[in-house]
């Protein structure tokens, strides 16, 4: 089965500097991948998705993912952290064969230090 | 405004009570999902529906149940609560335009 692994539970970043949040799946081929943001007792936003047209991913406020299927990662990465980007993130995968059911990746907690 | 919405926001159950979560959605989407998220476990799927009268088990199925009735009505229900489904349940959605969550659903089994 398909899957993602978040390889940080928590990641600490002072305000300004560049934020890096790693995420490796397990696929055959070239899958369909997102970013989603969840702030404290928010619901789910999605940051950014991949379907194969371009594997550099640009998403809202600043963020942006790179594909490399030689790697199988799908990292996100921001320049410059913001106070307000303090959140869990989480990495998904649609499954191949699936009724399109997103899998989620176990998250990272993104802490910005002033 | 069109979207996903969840009813309850809260519930406080005790073991053993049965209650049912509503999911609506006035998108026209045919994919309806229902997940539960706990802490260092990310969101996990219960069950969907790829159309109105049809579900199919997803990783967590047990102690819960599903119907879809009609299109835009997703149900979950707990037979018999325990206190291991203490979670936060968010309903989803999807067309070939993108997914739409809910604000999720906070139950406590005591």
């Known amino acids: 089965a398909q899957s993602v692994t978040q390889l940080d539970s928590h990641v600490s970043v002072s305000e300004g500097t560049p934020v890096l949040l790693r995420c490796n799946y397990s696929?055959?081929?070239?899958?369909?991948l997102f970013w989603y943001v969840q702030h404290p007792n928010k619901g789910l936003q999605l940051l950014l998705k991949?379907?194969?047209?371009?594997?550099l991913v640009k998403g809202i406020n600043g963020f942006e993912a790179e594909f490399k299927k030689s790697e199988t990662s799908f990292h996100l990465t921001k320049p410059s952290a913001h106070m307000s980007d303090a959140a869990e993130y989480f990495c998904v995968v649609i499954p191949s064969g699936s009724a399109r059911q997103l899998t989620f990746g176990s998250g990272t907690q993104l802490t910005v230090l002033p | 405004n069109a979207g996903v919405t969840q009813t309850p926001k809260f519930r406080v159950l005790k073991t053993g009570q049965s209650m049912t979560l509503l999911c609506a959605q006035d998108?026209?989407?045919?994919?309806m999902y229902w997940y539960r998220q706990d802490p260092g476990m990310g969101l996990r799927l219960i069950h969907y529906s790829v159309g109105e009268g049809t579900t199919a088990k997803g990783e967590v199925p047990d102690g819960y149940n599903v119907s879809r009735l009609k299109k835009q009505n997703f149900l979950l229900g707990l037979e018999s609560a325990a206190p291991s489904q203490t979670s936060v349940y968010f309903c989803?959605?999807?067309?070939?335009?993108?997914?739409?969550f809910g604000s999720g659903t906070r139950l406590t089994v005591v």
């Open positions: 989803a959605s999807t067309s070939d335009s993108g997914y739409t």
């Open positions: 991949y379907t194969s047209a371009a594997t």
């Open positions: 696929s055959s081929y070239s899958p369909s």
């Open positions: 998108m026209n989407h045919e994919y």
